[in-house]
């Protein structure tokens, strides 16, 4: 599982309230990544971490924002939950500039949004 | 902007026939090419990669260029094979590895 794990792995939540999702890995890998997956779309990126405190938006960054103080954690917040915002998200890291497109995912977060 | 299309969303065969899953991909640049599967239960994880032109589990996929396609293909299906697959690009370079994947094909392979 390369030492991957998301919390929560599961949340239902309301309209306009915030939340917030983690992903912590062991194994001290610079790349980290947050998708969502919803049917028709398959996987989107959110947004991505080549470091600590460093990151970038993804294709469908709007509503999200991501914050990466420590190598191991990697939080994904909803300021303001949607409806269009239930989906699963999952986190992925990569091992290194050698294992690039080779993506770890975790076992995902499953959100729902009343 | 790069852009992976997976025409089938669902795709059912019987165990023992071939089974081709259709990826096409529109990028500017030059292509690396993945294909992942998400098993029931278990967690996305990486098939096969175009550069490495392996087999695994006895699926292949041939990247061509002309067609700009990348379609996983399996001569005899086997019922363990049913399974959510997604095929990606990876843009970026290898500095960030950004995978835009496509909308993903359900196998269903019947006994």
């Known amino acids: 599982d390369a030492g991957i794990t998301q919390s929560p792995r599961h949340k239902v939540t309301e309209t306009g309230t915030p939340v917030t999702l983690r992903c912590h890995q062991t194994e001290n890998h610079r790349y980290m990544y947050w998708y969502r997956q919803d049917p028709g779309h398959g996987l989107r990126l959110i947004h991505y971490?080549?470091?600590?405190?460093?990151?970038d938006k993804g294709e469908v960054s709007d509503g999200y924002s991501v914050s990466r103080s420590k190598t191991e954690d990697f939080l994904l917040t909803l300021e303001s939950a949607t409806s269009s915002q239930t989906s699963v998200y999952f986190c992925?890291?990569?091992?290194?500039?050698?294992?690039?497109?080779?993506?770890?995912f975790g076992e995902g977060s499953r959100l729902t949004v009343l | 902007a790069q852009r992976v299309t997976q025409p089938e969303k669902l795709l059912s065969v019987f165990k023992g026939a071939p089974v081709e899953l259709k990826c096409n991909y529109s990028y500017s640049g030059s292509p690396e090419l993945f294909w992942y599967v998400q098993y029931s239960r278990q967690r996305l994880q990486l098939l096969l990669r175009h550069i490495s032109r392996e087999s695994i589990k006895g699926f292949t996929a041939d990247l061509n260029k002309g067609e700009t396609s990348f379609h996983l293909k399996k001569p005899f299906a086997q019922e363990e094979d049913s399974a959510m697959y997604y095929c990606?690009?990876?843009?970026?370079?290898?500095?960030?590895?950004?995978?835009?994947f496509g909308q993903g094909t359900i196998l269903t392979v019947h006994p």
């Open positions: 971490s080549y470091g600590v405190k460093d990151t």
């Open positions: 990606a690009l990876m843009s970026g370079g290898t500095s960030y590895g950004k995978l835009t």
């Open positions: 992925a890291i990569r091992r290194g500039p050698s294992f690039a497109g080779e993506l770890f």
